[in-house]
């Protein structure tokens, strides 16, 4: 069985600071994905990463996918109130775009 | 712009109850998808479909079965509601393009008493 581990869970920043969420497999995947997900909607994408090593900006945010395309990071520079949410990663598994999902880090930025 | 609609934001119904969460999508997506949302499980897929009439067992199947008698439309059926089945249910729908990304509904909050 596929596992996405995410960490930290839980993370409360001051509004200037950095953070790094990991997202972590035993598995191999052929590409994740990074959502973030607000109260009351749902899951909306943020970025794909596909290639080994791949680095992909978002304006603040930077993903990373490892080399063996078994784990992935998102740092954010310089954190702001806006940022607060739910990150999820989540890797196709079985085909039809089906996805697993790590169980997230909730992120908290302080003003 | 892109819309997954779920018919319902909050629900709550009685142990025993047969539910029906409705999903219907406007992007002519050939996928769609059922998830529960639980606190520190994350997302945990039930059913899927990747036609009319086709579905296929997620994760965590048991309990629910699915309909899809036209493209844009997925019901989740909950047979017998339970107090386990207390949860936030999203619908999602997709390309068939690989690596397309999922658009999801806003949700439906269901509690079973």
């Known amino acids: 069985t596929q596992l996405l581990e995410q960490s930290p869970q839980f993370l409360s920043i001051q509004e200037g600071e950095n953070l790094t969420v990991y997202c972590n497999s035993s598995s191999v995947f052929s590409s994740l994905q990074w959502y973030r997900q607000e109260p009351g909607e749902g899951p909306v994408l943020l970025v794909t990463v596909v290639t080994g090593g791949e680095v992909k900006k978002l304006k603040r945010l930077t993903f990373q996918f490892g080399d063996a395309r078994k784990d992935s990071s998102l740092h954010i520079t310089a954190a702001q109130p806006g940022d607060t949410g739910l990150y999820l990663c989540?890797?196709?598994?079985?085909?039809?775009?089906?996805?697993?999902f790590g169980a997230g880090t909730r992120l908290a930025v302080h003003p | 712009d892109v819309k997954v609609t779920q018919s319902s934001r909050y629900l709550v119904k009685r142990t025993g109850e047969k539910v029906f969460l409705e999903c219907v999508q406007d992007?002519?997506?050939?996928?769609m998808f059922w998830y529960r949302q639980d606190p520190g499980l994350g997302l945990r897929l039930i059913y899927f479909s990747y036609d009319v009439k086709m579905k296929e067992k997620g994760d965590i199947p048991e309990g629910y079965s699915v309909s899809r008698e036209k493209k844009e439309r997925f019901s989740l059926i909950l047979e017998s509601a339970s107090t386990n089945q207390t949860s936030m249910y999203l619908c999602?729908?997709?390309?068939?393009?690989?690596?397309?990304?999922?658009?999801f509904g806003n949700g439906t909050r269901l509690t079973v008493t």
């Open positions: 989540a890797g196709e598994s079985g085909g039809y775009n089906k996805l697993i």
């Open positions: 999602a729908s997709s390309s068939l393009t690989g690596d397309s990304p999922l658009h």
């Open positions: 992007m002519d997506h050939e996928n």
